[in-house]
């Protein structure tokens, strides 16, 4: 009986201090959503005068009224942090004039010193961080200490190197391509081409030094580039990445060819089909179903006795929209009465639709 009093009790006594921590930690957090509320308000109205700044006619640039207690604010560390995010943020938001008047704030707060004694510490996320701040910035006279990130063995900082110098340089900035020896991922490419879309459109030149690279990934990176560009002149040396020995690099190579094609692209794609991987097999049958203009359409005719269904209906597709008259010779070979062809010949005439 003792036993179960003091088991009671203690659990009593835990419940108690449950509920007194709880409720200091929500009066704590109260009282920071309070303080975090006035920072927003200070920030975003140093922010708003930063950005319709004029510099008035004194020969000499002017200098953007920051409050005392502002400045004074910036040696808090959460503060700090906050403004940073902010500025950043606004800045990717804007451009010209306005653009260039947070990047004299940022620079007039001297934020691009401390940015740059982070790039000297041996912590990897402080040096990325540093990286972004420069970049987004625009501080192109840092280049140089940010080009050389564009290499390292830290996937976060030889992104944002790489991104920054996208933001400092344009499409030029894709030149570390030349020399990359890490692979570029998935994701970093789609960070990569999403940069690329917000930075100045020029003439992109070195494509076709990419595509011979010995970096599998910078020859997927550059297929992506030609077929996002539209580089028809570059046709046969994406038809010669066919026959590259990563699978990858191959189907990213039958993809490109969708949008980049000319008229014998099908019979190329498909005088490759017997060696390839199950995948690309798929993919090179998805892309004559895109690309068309097959000049023997009984040559798929022999790969539509697959065993799985999916190539069974990726070959279908491609008799289907391979030719003018792919349907009525689907339609007249005796298997288009036997499942799952009965299935599937109903889908593809409603795609033909669309």
């Given amino acids: 009986m003792i036993y179960l009093r003091v088991l009671l009790l203690f659990f009593f006594a835990l419940a108690i ?3 007194i921590f709880l409720s200091f930690y929500l009066f704590i957090r109260k009282i920071w959503r309070r303080e975090y509320g006035k920072w927003d308000r200070m ?3 140093l922010l708003r005068k930063a950005i319709f700044f004029h510099e008035g006619n004194t020969g000499h640039p002017a200098l953007i009224p ?5 400045q004074a604010n910036l040696k808090n560390r959460r503060f700090y942090n906050r403004f940073i995010k902010k500025i950043i943020a606004a800045k990717r938001n804007v451009s010209g004039q306005y653009g260039d008047n947070l990047r004299h704030l940022y620079i007039q707060l001297g934020l691009d010193k401390k940015a740059l004694r982070l790039l000297r510490s041996h ?5 990325a961080y540093a990286i972004q701040q420069l970049g987004t910035m625009g501080l192109k006279e840092h280049l140089p200490r940010i080009y050389r990130y564009t290499n390292r063995k830290n996937a976060l900082v030889r992104i944002e ?15 570390f391509l030349d020399v990359t020896s890490y692979q570029i991922t998935d994701w970093q490419q789609i960070k990569l081409l999403k940069e690329l879309s917000t ?8 494509i076709d030094k990419w595509l011979s690279s010995g970096n599998s990934s910078v020859i997927i990176f550059a297929l992506k580039l030609a077929r996002n560009y539209r580089r028809y002149e570059l046709y046969e040396n994406i038809v010669s990445c066919l ?12 993809s490109t060819l969708t949008d980049i094609y000319v008229e014998n692209t099908s019979e190329v794609l498909l005088a490759r089909f017997d060696g390839e991987t199950y995948e690309n097999q798929i993919a090179i049958m998805d892309a004559i179903a895109v690309i068309g203009d097959v000049q023997n359409v009984s040559a798929l005719f022999s790969y539509l006795d697959a065993g799985k269904a999916q190539m069974k209906f990726a070959v279908a597709r491609a008799i289907v929209n391979g030719s003018a008259t792919g349907l009525e010779c689907l ?3 005796p298997r288009s009465k036997t499942y799952p062809l009965t299935d599937m010949i109903p889908q593809l005439k409603n795609e033909m639709k669309w």
């Fill in 199 to 206: 930075v100045p459109q020029a003439e992109l030149t070195g």
């Fill in 43 to 45: 920030i975003d109205m």
């Fill in 243 to 254: 026959d590259h020995s990563e699978p990858n690099v191959r189907k990213q190579a039958i």
């Fill in 123 to 127: 912590k990897w996320h402080l040096k």
């Fill in 161 to 175: 190197a790489q991104i920054a110098i996208l933001n400092l340089l344009g499409v030029e900035g894709l030149r």
């Fill in 66 to 70: 920051v409050t005392q207690r502002f």
């Fill in 331 to 333: 339609m007249s070979d």
């Fill in 17 to 19: 201090c449950l509920i």
